[in-house]
């Protein structure tokens, strides 16, 4: 497993730049007898397009997948997957009047003294949320690998800088409400005001951060490799991957410190010949492994840091304390778009675990 690639049953390596000639995806690992399609992957990537809402960036790009090699008459070989999407609407303008000026909350310096100066600062290169079209690819693939053994992956928007959601949304009222409106929210009273507060932190030259709840439904017991590879450290891991997370909690998360045992502990009980648990403060893993349950993980996103009011900096070539002003084209929420990068990148450790297990086959036969 090298940096650029992650999973053990599944690898994924991600390739190119935001403001690059593309952004790719190969997938190796996936059984062949897969039935896949362009319009599969598409499905997904729609899902998190620049430039279709009032909230978003104004970057069209059309995002129309390639799938390069893998698969063949519409079944996957069992070859590693690879998969592109071309860069149109690209304008690398406002980046040139600060190359050497580190944008505050962006990854621009650290690059720069990791890589020596060499790393690309077009529209943040590599770091770019832009890279999260590789983690969509992928995780379409693995939602399909998934639905044959009937395991479903959700996520919703839950807070947007200060409107929260408070209550637990039912999973038919996530199917059918996400996808209706702008900030892939499940209530839809609260979706206006999540608008609303994005609408205004752009107004004022400004951009706020918020949370997305994964959901993952009907997973089997048993899935995860303890002790460094269980089922809740990869899946952080890879959540922490996507740019701008800034925290990842399952179950209660955080609030099961101020609780006491006898509340946090999910207590056992038979349904329909079935073991569940009673509460699911654990969020569906317990000692790193799935105990059936559905999984539940809040992912933090830092606001854009690319925002339009003056900010401090310095010149790398002058060695001097400066100002910026940040150009081009960004979100003034990132939090919206997440949400399909949240569900694949939850899809595609859960199908590589699945994998690892034996509970997909490695050949998938023809029904």
Same mark, same amino acid.
């Given at each position: 497993?090298?940096?650029?690639?992650?999973?053990?049953?599944?690898?994924?390596?991600?390739?190119?730049?935001?403001?690059?000639?593309?952004?790719?995806?190969?997938?190796?690992?996936?059984?062949?007898? %897969?039935?896949?399609?362009?319009?599969?992957?598409?499905?997904? %990537?729609?899902?998190?397009?620049?430039?279709?809402?009032?909230?978003?960036?104004?970057? +069209?790009?059309?995002?129309?997948?390639?799938?390069?090699?893998?698969?063949? *008459?519409?079944?996957?070989?069992?070859?590693?997957?690879?998969?592109? &999407? +071309?860069?149109?609407?690209?304008?690398?303008?406002?980046?040139?009047?600060?190359?050497?000026?580190?944008?505050?909350?962006?990854?621009?310096?650290?690059?720069? &003294?990791?890589?020596?100066?060499?790393?690309?600062? *077009?529209?943040?290169? *590599?770091?770019?949320?832009?890279?999260?079209?590789?983690?969509?690819?992928?995780?379409? &693939?693995?939602?399909?690998?998934?639905?044959?053994?009937?395991?479903?992956?959700?996520?919703?928007?839950?807070?947007?800088?200060?409107?929260?959601?408070?209550?637990?949304?039912?999973?038919?009222?996530?199917?059918?409400?996400?996808?209706?409106? $702008? #900030?892939?929210?499940?209530?839809?009273?609260?979706?206006?005001?999540?608008?609303?507060?994005?609408?205004?932190?752009?107004?004022?030259?400004?951009? #706020?951060?918020?949370?997305?709840?994964? !959901?993952?439904?009907?997973?089997?017991?048993?899935?995860?490799?303890? @002790?460094?590879?269980?089922?809740?450290?990869?899946?952080?891991?890879?959540?922490?991957? !996507?740019?701008?997370? =800034?925290?990842?909690?399952?179950?209660?998360?955080?609030?099961?410190?101020?609780? +006491?045992?006898?509340?946090?502990?999910?207590?056992?009980?038979?349904?329909?010949?079935?073991?569940?648990?009673?509460?699911?403060?654990?969020?569906?893993?317990?000692?790193?492994?799935?105990?059936?349950? $559905?999984?539940? #993980?809040?992912?933090?996103?830092?606001?854009?840091?690319?925002? %339009? +009011?003056?900010? =401090?900096?310095?010149? %790398?070539?002058?060695?001097?304390?400066?100002?910026?002003? @940040?150009?081009?084209?960004?979100?003034?929420? !990132?939090?919206?778009?997440?949400?399909?990068?949240?569900?694949?990148?939850?899809?595609? #450790?859960?199908?590589?675990?699945?994998?690892?297990?034996?509970?997909? $086959?490695?050949? @998938?036969?023809?029904?």
């Amino acid at each position: 497993m090298s940096g650029n690639s992650i999973g053990r049953a599944l690898v994924l390596t991600c390739f190119g730049e935001s403001h690059g000639i593309c952004i790719g995806a190969v997938l190796d690992g996936c059984p062949a007898g %897969l039935p896949l399609s362009e319009a599969d992957i598409q499905a997904e %990537l729609d899902k998190r397009r620049p430039g279709l809402t009032e909230i978003s960036s104004p970057r +069209r790009e059309e995002d129309k997948v390639d799938i390069v090699s893998g698969v063949y *008459r519409g079944y996957t070989t069992g070859a590693p997957i690879c998969m592109v &999407v +071309r860069n149109r609407d690209v304008d690398s303008k406002p980046y040139e009047t600060v190359m050497f000026k580190p944008r505050p909350g962006h990854a621009d310096y650290t690059a720069r &003294v990791k890589y020596g100066g060499y790393s690309d600062p *077009r529209g943040g290169g *590599r770091f770019s949320g832009r890279i999260t079209a590789a983690y969509v690819m992928a995780g379409a &693939v693995a939602k399909k690998l998934l639905s044959l053994i009937g395991v479903e992956v959700l996520a919703h928007t839950v807070q947007v800088g200060g409107v929260k959601v408070e209550v637990e949304v039912p999973c038919e009222e996530i199917r059918r409400n996400v996808y209706m409106n $702008p #900030v892939r929210c499940a209530v839809p009273e609260l979706a206006e005001k999540m608008v609303g507060e994005i609408l205004r932190a752009a107004r004022e030259g400004d951009s #706020v951060g918020g949370v997305v709840e994964g !959901i993952a439904l009907n997973v089997p017991a048993g899935l995860g490799e303890p @002790i460094f590879d269980s089922l809740d450290s990869d899946i952080a891991k890879m959540l922490f991957n !996507i740019p701008a997370v =800034k925290g990842v909690e399952f179950g209660a998360g955080f609030k099961i410190a101020s609780m +006491r045992g006898s509340e946090a502990n999910d207590q056992y009980a038979i349904r329909d010949g079935r073991i569940v648990t009673l509460t699911n403060n654990a969020g569906g893993i317990v000692g790193g492994i799935s105990n059936g349950m $559905p999984i539940r #993980v809040r992912v933090a996103f830092k606001p854009t840091p690319s925002i %339009l +009011r003056r900010q =401090k900096t310095v010149n %790398l070539e002058t060695m001097r304390e400066e100002e910026i002003e @940040i150009a081009g084209r960004h979100d003034p929420c !990132i939090v919206p778009r997440a949400v399909p990068v949240v569900e694949a990148c939850l899809a595609f #450790v859960l199908a590589d675990h699945a994998l690892r297990a034996g509970i997909i $086959p490695r050949i @998938i036969k023809r029904h």
